[in-house]
């Protein structure tokens, strides 16, 4: 089993450019997630999908759109980057319901906006 | 909103055990969860507590006190490859999403 993939996994871009990060997982889960991780602020989350269908606002979604293609794929996407975008982005997924409900991450991307 | 402290490092030595707390304030309480993140790596989970008490998962525990806002991560006969960022997670209700801590970074010294 892959899990959660993500790609790219680094990504270089100007002030302006619009990039989207695709995140697909292979593991049946309802819920999926984005997050970004910035030196000393921990996970911050970006957007989520509930479920198929579905997307909501997390604690820092300004700046960027998410689409739930399906079930297996959830994208973000950046349409003008800022330097302030600059992070490492991580896709999560999770099978609502289950007592612990853990969370599956992919591996992450390196953005870095010049 | 919710807000979790837990300490920035930690340093321990090889064979030690250390332990890492968490504090948290929440409208609701659905469960504290714990989560290993290595340098250049991904987060990956460790441990869930949704009851009062101490679950244990090999030389890795973790405790719940609901009524104390408290929890802690428990790791022991430390070895060098448990240098990592460890995050303490809160959810507020089962359709809500996990909020993290900002995480402690925890170096095991010889």
């Known amino acids: 089993n892959a899990g959660v993939t993500q790609t790219p996994k680094f990504q270089v871009l100007k002030t302006g450019q619009s990039m989207t990060l695709q995140c697909a997982q292979d593991?049946?889960?309802?819920?999926m997630y984005w997050y970004r991780q910035d030196p000393g602020m921990g996970l911050r989350l970006i957007y989520y999908?509930?479920?198929?269908?579905?997307?909501d606002k997390g604690e820092v979604p300004n700046g960027y759109n998410v689409s739930r293609l399906n079930k297996r794929e959830f994208s973000l996407r950046l349409e003008s980057a800022a330097p302030s975008q600059t992070s490492v982005y991580f896709c999560a997924s999770s099978e609502p319901g289950a007592m612990d409900e853990k969370l599956f991450f992919g591996s992450g991307t390196q953005l870095s906006v010049l | 909103g919710q807000s979790l402290e837990q300490p920035s490092e930690v340093t321990a030595v090889e064979g030690a055990i250390v332990q890492i707390n968490c504090t948290y304030q929440t409208s609701g309480f659905y469960g504290l969860s714990w989560y290993q993140q290595h340098d250049g790596g991904a987060p990956t989970f460790l441990s869930y507590n949704a009851l009062d008490g101490l679950e244990e998962t090999g030389r890795f525990s973790s405790f719940l006190s609901r009524s104390d806002s408290y929890g802690y991560l428990l790791l022991q006969e430390l070895q060098m490859k448990d240098s990592a960022s460890y995050f303490c997670?809160?959810?507020?209700?089962?359709?809500?999403?996990?909020?993290f801590g900002k995480g402690t970074r925890l170096s095991v010294i010889a």
């Open positions: 593991m049946n889960h309802n819920s």
């Open positions: 999908s509930a479920s198929e269908g579905t997307t």
């Open positions: 997670a809160v959810r507020n209700s089962g359709n809500t999403p996990l909020v």
